[in-house]
T-cell receptor, first 111, second 116 residues
Framework: KQEVTQIPAALSVPEGENLVLNCSFTDSAIYNLQWFRQDPGKGLTSLLLIQSSQREQTSGRLNASLDKSSGRSTLYIAASQPGDSATYLCAVLYGNNRLAFGKGNQVVVIP | GAVVSQHPSWVICKSGTSVKIECRSLDFQATTMFWYRQFPKQSLMLMATSNEGSKATYEQGVEKDKFLINHASLTLSTLTVTSAHPEDSSFYIC????????????FGPGTRLTVT
């Protein structure tokens, strides 16, 4: 069974600092890994998707890396802003199109 | 592109009644849709996989007679919570799988169900 762990569960950073969010998964046989953002009481917004053959993806201030063999991914958010405050979810697609989620990194950016 | 809608966005019902939640892919066809539930401060848990024209596949521990799933067309899947109880109160989110080769799931905005 695929298990996804996200560390830290919660963190607060002052505005302008870089954010580093970690995700690990137990089974390296994945099709892709996706990072989502979820605001309180809202649905999911897809941020980045990394195919299993890729090492990283970038979009604006966001960069996500994938080391499939070690079962790890890291999401970097540069120069954090108060609007980045949210819960960030990591998910891996494996098996019969199953998507396994971590519990999320709850981020607060302090102005 | 790749927009998924859910209706209703929130619903309050009395214990013992049934509630239907719709999930639609607006600009693409989805042979496979997924239903998740999320409790407060918890992650998303897959409930079932819905395939157009066939029976849904339920995850272990999910009662198929309580959570009825119908995927009648390539753009619509419905989840009916039958004889709802307060413990069924949760955030239900659907997703639709594209066939673009990226195997990416697009998520609906979610439905907040409160059973009183």
């Amino acid at each position: 069974k695929q298990e996804v762990t996200q560390i830290p569960a919660a963190l607060s950073v002052p505005e302008g600092e870089n954010l580093v969010l970690n995700c690990s998964f137990t089974d390296s046989a994945i099709y892709n890994l996706q990072w989502f953002r979820q605001d309180p009481g809202k649905g999911l917004t897809s941020l980045l998707l990394i195919q299993s053959s890729q090492r990283e993806q970038t979009s604006g201030r966001l960069n996500a890396s994938l080391d499939k063999s070690s079962g790890r991914s890291t999401l970097y958010i540069a120069a954090s802003q108060p609007g980045d405050s949210a819960t960030y979810l990591c998910a891996v697609l494996y098996g019969n199109n199953r998507l396994a989620f971590g519990k999320g990194n709850q981020v607060v950016v302090i102005p | 592109g790749a927009v998924v809608s859910q209706h209703p966005s929130w619903v309050i019902c009395k214990s013992g009644t049934s509630v239907k939640i719709e999930c639609r892919s607006l600009d693409f066809q989805a042979t496979t849709m997924f239903w998740y539930r999320q409790f407060p401060k918890q992650s998303l848990m897959l409930m079932a996989t819905s395939n157009e024209g066939s029976k849904a596949t339920y995850e272990q521990g999910v009662e198929k007679d309580k959570f009825l799933i119908n995927h009648a067309s390539l753009t619509l899947s419905t989840l009916t919570v039958t004889s709802a109880h307060p413990e069924d109160s949760s955030f239900y989110i659907c997703s639709a799988l594209t066939s673009s080769g990226r195997y990416e799931q697009y998520f609906g905005p979610g439905t907040r169900l409160t059973v009183t």
